[in-house]
């Protein structure tokens, strides 16, 4: 179904349990327009281009230019450190120490 479809909406893709990175790199990939609907910095910083809504109408456009590579190099490292805790907890074991970077 995906191959077909012109245009792509995932609804909080950061909750299905999926590596997120990954599912947007392949979607990419296909040369589909993706639209994800968010509220995951992550999300938000791996894209191409955000729209801002408020009371149901568009607030403004933002068109990263680079500025914010910081902020994604963070974030990315964040979230890993909570996926390798989500893989351990769902492996049954405990979260003793530091999980690392």
């Known amino acids: 179904m995906i191959a077909a479809a012109p245009i792509i909406l995932l609804d909080e893709v950061e909750n299905a349990g999926i590596f997120k990175e990954r599912v947007i790199e392949v979607l990419r990939g296909e040369g589909k327009a993706v639209v994800f609907v968010t509220h995951d910095p992550l999300v938000s910083l ?56």
């Open 46 to 101: 791996l894209s191409a281009r955000r729209i801002v809504m408020r009371d149901g109408a568009v607030e403004r456009v933002i068109e990263p230019d680079g500025r914010e590579i910081a902020a994604l190099r963070e974030a990315l490292r964040l979230d890993g450190i909570l996926r390798r805790m989500r893989e351990q907890i769902r492996a049954g074991d405990l979260i003793t120490g530091p999980v690392g970077a």
